[in-house]
């Protein structure tokens, strides 16, 4: 639960516990529904964009200053950081972005697109080590044109893939089905994040 019942994204209600809203956490709303528990009290139902493009509306920025439970945040590097999607497409879907509130990758210094760099590869190796994933999607959208939900703040997504797991479900019911709570799955990537390549404890087909 938030500790700051006063928060900006904290919407109290009537009798029943404080509820946030997702415009307090990064992601990039689908309109697919999820087969889960959400985070804490955070509802997922809406299009809860920023409401301008200024960094004092940007979820990337406003997370930095919280919590890495609160926030979501599995790793924090010099210049940029990592961070979970509240909108996975799949278990361990994350995003990497610069600190600084810029927009465009040619925006990035030279420091910046390095770490940016240097933390997809660990991002790999903590995926990797925690869920055995199959494959992988490393991108970026630049501009709403593109397909960025919160276009003012650069963001890289890493997404783990599995041989079919794109099913019927998004088709038929837009649903996703997520497996994991995302309070777990932060701690889970956070403790692997950095530590030495090894094969996976748990038991899946790491080849
Ligand atoms: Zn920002």
Redesign the pocket.
């Known amino acids: 639960m938030s500790t700051q019942p006063d928060g900006p994204g904290v919407v109290p209600t009537p009798d029943g516990p404080l509820v946030e809203t997702p415009a307090d956490h990064p992601g990039e709303a689908d309109g697919l529904g999820r087969l889960w528990t959400p985070h804490r009290m955070v509802y997922i139902g809406g299009q809860d964009k920023p409401g301008d493009a200024s960094?004092s509306q940007?979820p990337?920025?406003r997370v930095q200053g919280g919590s890495d439970e609160d926030g979501l945040i599995v790793a924090r590097g010099r210049t940029v950081f990592a961070i979970l999607n509240l909108y996975p497409y799949n278990a361990g879907h994350l995003m990497l972005c610069p600190y600084r509130?810029v927009s465009d990758y040619t925006e990035l210094t030279v420091d910046e697109a390095a770490e940016l760099a240097a933390m997809t590869r660990t991002a790999i190796e903590a995926l990797r080590a925690v869920y055995a994933p199959q494959g992988f999607n490393l991108g970026t959208n630049l501009g709403e044109a593109g397909g960025a939900g919160i276009a003012?703040?650069l963001h890289q997504h890493v997404v783990p893939r599995w041989s079919g797991d794109a099913n019927f479900l998004p088709i038929v019911a837009r649903t996703k089905a997520v497996p994991e709570l995302l309070a777990d799955t932060r701690a889970r990537l956070a403790a692997a994040w950095g530590a030495p390549s090894q094969p996976s404890d748990g038991g899946e087909d790491a080849s």
Do not use: L, M, T, V
């Open positions: 960094a940007c990337f920025c509130h003012a703040h």
